[in-house]
């Protein structure tokens, strides 16, 4: 084998080796690469989840499971010191603090703030306007989610008294089949004070209230 032969097969094993050196480096590139961006990714994924867990957490309202309602009635029985049975409206916040009374139904507190006009008559025979104001703290108890019934007790007029709603409760139409987050109340309301006016006699009235109340 003459000089040029070796010559030749130095070369090529020269320019093979290096060829091939060239290759595991731009493998390892590749593979450092590939997992750069897996890293990358994954944590652009993690920061992902966490900010929608952030944001599931913010979107969470405080007032979850409370409700709004507003009752208005038509008295139409009342005391005899009433002469016009008193008309008006009720503001029921209702709380979801309370407890479950097992397949009966359960016990929410809730916080009433109403007005009312009418009139009254007293033992001379004079005519005054009244305009009983209503706050009360109580509760409302839903059985099988149809019978409605509720309570407040504090202050009716210028004296203490109880403010009581109860009826049927439209929630399986207006929620569960529509859908809606309404819901309406039909039944009787009714009011017992021991002092209407400053000075006046303890009376009662009642009527028949229709509620709307809207769940946030």
Same mark, same amino acid.
């Given at each position: 084998?003459?000089?040029?032969?070796?010559?030749?097969?130095?070369?090529?094993?020269?320019?093979?080796?290096?060829?091939?050196?060239?290759?595991?480096?731009?493998?390892?590139?590749?593979?450092?690469?590939?997992?750069?961006?897996?890293?990358?990714?994954?944590?652009?994924?993690?920061?992902?989840?966490?900010?929608?867990?952030?944001?599931?957490?913010?979107?969470?309202?405080?007032?979850?499971?409370?409700?709004?309602?507003?009752?208005?009635?038509?008295?139409?029985?009342?005391?005899?010191?009433?002469?016009?049975?008193?008309?008006?409206?009720?503001?029921?916040?209702?709380?979801?603090?309370?407890?479950?009374?097992?397949?009966?139904?359960?016990?929410?507190?809730?916080?009433?703030?109403?007005?009312?006009?009418?009139?009254?008559?007293?033992?001379?025979?004079?005519?005054?306007?009244?305009?009983?104001?209503?706050?009360?703290?109580?509760?409302?108890?839903?059985?099988?989610? !149809? +019978?409605?019934? /509720? %309570?407040?007790?504090?202050?009716?007029?210028?004296?203490? &008294?109880?403010?009581? #709603?109860? *009826?049927?409760?439209?929630?399986?139409?207006?929620?569960?089949?529509?859908?809606?987050?309404?819901?309406? !109340? +039909?039944?009787? /309301? %009714?009011?017992?004070?021991?002092?209407?006016?400053?000075? &006046?006699?303890?009376? #009662?009235? *009642?009527?028949?209230?229709?509620?709307?109340?809207?769940?946030?």
């Amino acid at each position: 084998m003459n000089l040029r032969n070796i010559l030749v097969l130095i070369i090529s094993f020269s320019l093979g080796f290096i060829l091939y050196a060239q290759d595991d480096v731009t493998e390892e590139a590749s593979s450092d690469t590939t997992e750069t961006m897996d890293e990358s990714m994954g944590d652009d994924m993690s920061m992902e989840e966490e900010l929608l867990e952030y944001e599931e957490e913010e979107s969470a309202s405080a007032l979850d499971g409370f409700s709004a309602g507003f009752t208005g009635s038509v008295g139409f029985v009342n005391g005899e010191y009433i002469t016009n049975t008193p008309v008006g409206g009720s503001l029921i916040i209702t709380t979801p603090y309370g407890f479950d009374l097992g397949g009966l139904g359960r016990f929410n507190v809730s916080l009433a703030f109403g007005s009312y006009s009418g009139q009254s008559e007293d033992g001379l025979g004079v005519v005054e306007d009244i305009n009983p104001v209503a706050m009360g703290l109580g509760g409302n108890l839903t059985l099988a989610k !149809l +019978v409605f019934a /509720e %309570g407040h007790g504090g202050l009716v007029g210028d004296g203490m &008294g109880i403010r009581g #709603f109860a *009826g049927v409760s439209l929630e399986r139409i207006m929620k569960k089949s529509l859908g809606l987050p309404v819901n309406i !109340l +039909v039944g009787g /309301e %009714g009011f017992i004070s021991t002092e209407l006016l400053d000075g &006046g006699e303890k009376s #009662f009235w *009642g009527g028949l209230g229709v509620r709307l109340d809207y769940s946030f």
